[in-house]
């Protein structure tokens, strides 16, 4: 068959295995040629001894970790172990997923260039593009879970966070782009209908709006915690929105274009904004105005939820994107270089007292399943798929990018996840626990959180008042008891840290709340893109039945469909803050079970249609049917116990039933609960949580079932129906990497002699 090019000008001929693509002789090479490549590819001696150099000191490093563990252990080796397992990752084993997987090519145009339109559907470059999409991915879990999971120790979290990247998380991000791109930026939603049938694709739209509802919530939670009666901390993100609209104006209408010029404005302006959060923090009127408790901030999130899913891409959510992947990337990269300079002594346990039972004072349920729950990005993230699948395919400029920005991308975000943990272990063990324990354990008080702590039984720790009040003071916060959330925990990390690299403990103020902005620059990008994401998927598929919904224009609509998906986020939002148990303590483990049947939702889509690119494909089947099969039975398993579990910590309906018995008996309290109501709160939230627990994991069944039909099927058949675009030839060239090969400059060249009408339209940059 034959699929013609929109300028008419060079057609792709299809035979029975793969493209024969045929570009316009006029133009310079659009893709490198492959013998080039080959010989680019080939092993010289400065090679081979690069790589053994990192092989090794990877292994080093994780024998530091994993084996040689003294009573203390040197943070450095975390920042080594991490690198160089990501380099090796990256080089050798996404390169095999490559080759015999997705097998790009560059000759083939994307839909941002079939399809351009210069709003959805923009060829972008591949920096750019790498920036956007991690800023999109990035949210609150490579924040928050590893805070969390360091209550089982360093090392168990570790492995996951690095091991479980290379081989799942990277995996699922780089080939739901890969198939997305091919198929002309589809939802993993619309590729589950299209590749799962009917049955099979509806669960997968119905469990993705409903898990999105779970995840926006959670990460608004977490924002929350983070700002509670802090009033340097309101003032200073509050400031950010202001921010991001003069900056979406100025590239607008002030100064079009020059992105140099407001990156620099802007990231002066939030230093400013740090620094005056202090000042106003200080002064009565400051104080009155922006000390505000969990629930006032849980409405004004939700406001703002609506009314930023709302405006004009380009006005907020844009530059809020653009700023906020500087300071993500930059402090990461910062805090990284400190940890190397400091090199702190780990005093945390490599497995702790809690990594052998079902209890612990930050969340409940043994190390298997929960750990690979709680910690729901930074290894493996089924969130990551709906953006994969979702704005980032439709702005890939050549197809062999997608291993750059998909692949690439992801082993970013789980840098984020072992710095966060490293900066959670490198403080106090019963500081980490009184911030991180529920305000119905600690009372909220010091006394009531020393004893508390002390009463754990951890094995060198020893905590006093004074300790939490100087921490306290020394941070510029009146309190840092039962600061759930892992966000205040992570900024006190990266505080220490910093002002033992930088010198100075009067910057540790400084410090801290510049880490709360950045941590709350991190979230609210993932709400309002989260939100806005939801609304596109909640109007396609209210749009199945009223097509006039399926138009984003039409703004009844988009405010209907807005309003419905924050209404959700919103009332599980309040249900956390209210939760006297500590929402994100029970809370947490919905999100992570949630999103993790959400990556198994997306790697069952992904085995199907791997399965079906025919006989070449399916020895490969094992790279994404083992993750698939390991996630499978992880958030299966962790289902079971929140629904059956009898121990009333770990298991909803237990916990529901002992507080329904404990009012049914007349009791005024009960357990943490230190009142009728938040008895009641705890009935209800519980009754919530089991409900869609149920519900998530039936839904997961229903697509994982569908998957494995399907896929059986097309190995019988070894093959199946393509539901890609037809390929279309492309005319216009760009590098694979972020750094341009030899040739790959000279071909770049060959593109900039040609006359300016020959050139292609430059997308966004």
């Known amino acids: 068959m034959t699929a013609t090019s929109p300028r008419g000008s060079q057609e792709a001929v299809l035979d029975d295995d793969e493209p024969v693509l045929v570009q316009d002789p006029s133009l310079p090479p659009i893709a490198v040629p492959e013998q080039e490549r080959e010989r680019e590819a080939k092993w010289t001696g400065p090679k081979i001894a690069l790589w053994a150099a990192i092989a090794l000191l990877g292994g080093v490093a994780w024998t530091m970790l994993a084996i040689v563990r003294g009573e203390t252990v040197n943070a450095v080796w975390f920042v080594f172990a991490a690198v160089c397992t990501y380099l090796i990752g990256y080089r050798f084993y996404s390169k095999v997923i490559q080759k015999y997987i997705t097998r790009p090519d560059d000759r083939r145009a994307t839909p941002a260039e079939y399809r351009q339109d210069g709003k959805d559907y923009v060829p972008t470059d591949r920096r750019v593009l790498y920036g956007h999409h991690f800023a999109a991915i990035a949210g609150a879990g490579p924040l928050v879970g590893p805070v969390l999971a360091a209550q089982m120790g360093f090392l168990p979290g570790t492995l996951w966070i690095i091991v479980g990247v290379v081989f799942a998380g990277a995996v699922q991000d780089y080939l739901v782009l890969f198939f997305s791109m091919r198929r002309g930026g589809r939802s993993i939603g619309q590729m589950a209908r299209d590749e799962l049938g009917r049955f099979g694709g509806t669960a997968a739209i119905i469990a993705s709006l409903l898990i999105m509802i779970i995840i926006v919530a959670i990460l608004a939670l977490v924002v929350v915690n983070a700002l509670g009666e802090s009033p340097w ?274 910057l540790m103020a400084f410090w801290y709340h510049f880490a709360i902005m950045f941590e709350a620059l991190f979230i609210l990008t993932a709400v309002d893109a989260g939100t806005r994401v939801a609304r596109f998927m909640l109007q396609d598929a209210v749009g199945a039945v009223f097509p006039k919904f399926k138009d984003v224009s039409w703004r009844p609509g988009v405010w209907i469909c807005t309003a419905i998906m924050v209404a959700g986020w919103g009332y599980i939002l309040i249900l956390g803050v209210t939760d006297p148990l500590g929402g994100i303590n029970t809370f947490f483990p919905l999100f992570g079970i949630a999103n993790q049947l959400l990556a198994a939702i997306a790697l069952a889509v992904v085995m199907a249609i791997v399965a079906k690119r025919g006989r070449r494909t399916l020895r490969w089947l094992w790279i994404v049917a083992v993750p698939l099969a390991f996630t499978a039975v992880v958030t299966i398993t962790a289902s079971m116990y929140k629904i059956f579990s009898p121990v009333p910590q770990v298991g909803y309906w237990a916990n529901n039933a002992a507080f329904r018995q404990a009012l049914a008996d007349g009791k005024t309290s009960f357990g943490t609960a230190p009142s009728v109501e938040a008895m009641e709160a705890v009935v209800r939230n519980t009754a919530v949580q089991g409900t869609l627990s149920i519900i998530f994991v039936t839904l997961a069944i229903f697509v994982i079932v569908a998957s494995v039909i399907v896929t059986a099927r097309a190995i019988v058949k070894g093959g199946g129906d393509s539901h890609e675009d037809p390929a279309v030839v492309s005319r216009r060239f760009a590098p694979s990497g972020f750094l341009a090969t030899r040739t790959e400059k000279q071909i770049e060249k060959q593109w900039q002699e040609l006359p300016e009408a020959d050139r292609p339209k430059v997308g966004a940059h």
């Open 233 to 506: 901390g309101v003032f200073s993100v509050s400031m950010t929105i202001p921010i991001a609209l003069f900056m979406g104006c100025y590239l607008r209408w002030i100064r079009p274009g020059r992105i140099t010029e407001i990156s620099i404005i802007g990231f002066v302006l939030l230093i400013a904004a740090i620094v005056a959060g202090g000042w106003v923090a200080g002064t009565d009127w400051g104080y009155a105005v922006f000390h505000l408790d969990r629930t006032t901030i849980a409405w004004g999130i939700i406001i703002y939820g609506f009314v930023a899913a709302i405006l004009p891409v380009w006005l907020l959510l844009a530059p809020r994107d653009y700023l906020s992947t500087f300071m993500k990337i930059g402090v990461i990269v910062v805090l990284a270089g400190a940890i190397v300079l400091v090199r702190p002594e780990i005093s945390v346990p490599a497995f702790s007292e809690f990594a052998g039972g079902e209890l612990g004072p930050v969340f409940s349920g043994p190390i298997f399943p929960f750990l690979f729950v709680t910690i729901a990005c930074g290894a493996l993230s089924g969130f990551h798929a709906l953006i994969a699948s979702g704005t980032t395919p439709k702005l890939v400029e050549k197809e062999r990018q997608t291993r750059f920005i998909g692949y690439g991308g992801m082993l970013m975000e789980s840098f984020v996840a072992i710095m966060a943990l490293v900066a959670a272990i490198s403080i106090d063990r019963g500081i980490y626990f009184a911030m991180n324990a529920s305000a119905a354990a600690t009372l909220g008080t010091v006394d009531g959180a020393v004893a508390f702590v002390n009463s754990l039984g951890l094995t060198g720790v020893n905590l006093t008042p004074d300790m939490l009040t100087s921490t306290a003071a020394a941070v510029g916060e009146e309190s840092i008891i039962s600061r759930t959330g892992g966000a205040p925990t992570l900024a006190l990390g990266l505080a220490h840290i910093m002002q033992q690299a930088l010198g100075g403990q009067a």
